[in-house]
């Protein structure tokens, strides 16, 4: 069964980078099948899709953060990973690892880890 | 981009009431939606995907409808299990949330 688990610093300093990291287990990165994304989910709020990449490289973000944010694949660990700079007290959010479907729905999520930005 | 806004925002039904949640896009998007469920403390879960098509495990009871702007998810017997908030989701351009709609026990 296919598992996706998200890893990270907890804590962010305000301009700072944000750096997470996404395994995967049960399954293959290098799927043709399917993208692989992050969303996140500001605390009480509603959800926000950061972005997603295919194994090859390929990427395609949201265009509202697309200058802060760089996805990367490493299949050879099986793993993605999300790179947000600049981050502020608005980037505080719990941070989901998700897989999508080629027609970009989000089939499996990760349990989420959550993030904070402080000053 | 494309706006997802969902009705109500809080619904509160009994055991056993159907309950129908909407779900309206800024402009057409085809059938290009999804539902999902969050409990509390949880990751959503997918339900429902081109706008009718239900994921494999969901429960019989979850029905999607529409295309182009208004679509619909019909809980046809809400169970205790049902108690969440749901989500819609566009795909047809990037991809956008609705706001959430919270179903509570009345």
């Known amino acids: 069964q296919l598992q996706l688990q998200e890893s990270g610093p907890g804590l962010v300093t305000s301009s700072g980078t944000l750096s997470l990291t996404c395994t995967v287990s049960?399954?293959?990165?290098?799927?043709?099948?399917?993208?692989w994304g992050w969303i996140r989910q500001p605390p009480g709020k509603g959800l926000e899709w950061i972005g997603g990449?295919?194994?090859?490289?390929?990427?395609n973000y949201n265009p509202s953060l697309q200058s802060r944010v760089t996805m990367s694949v490493d299949t050879s660990k099986n793993q993605f990973s999300l790179k947000m700079t600049s981050v502020t007290a608005t980037d505080t959010a719990l941070y989901y690892c998700?897989?999508?479907?080629?027609?970009?729905?989000?089939?499996?999520w990760g349990q989420g880890t959550r993030v904070t930005v402080s000053s | 981009d494309i706006q997802m806004t969902q009705s109500p925002s809080t619904l509160s039904a009994s055991v056993g009431d159907r309950v129908t949640i909407t779900c309206r896009a800024s402009?057409?998007?085809?059938?290009?939606l999804a539902w999902y469920q969050q409990k509390p403390g949880q990751a959503p879960k997918l339900l429902i995907y081109?706008?009718?098509t239900l994921e494999s495990g969901v429960p019989s009871r979850f029905s999607g409808s529409g295309s182009g702007t208004e679509f619909t998810l019909t809980i046809s017997s809400l169970q205790p299990d049902d108690f969440a908030t749901y989500y819609c989701?566009?795909?047809?351009?990037?991809?956008?949330f609705g706001q959430g709609t919270k179903v509570e026990i009345k």
């Open positions: 998700v897989r999508l479907p080629l027609e970009h729905y989000f089939d499996s």
């Open positions: 049960g399954g293959s990165i290098r799927s043709s099948s399917h993208y």
């Open positions: 990449i295919f194994f090859s490289g390929s990427t």
């Open positions: 402009q057409s998007i085809s059938s290009w």
């Open positions: 081109k706008a009718s």
């Open positions: 989701q566009q795909y047809n351009s990037y991809s956008t």
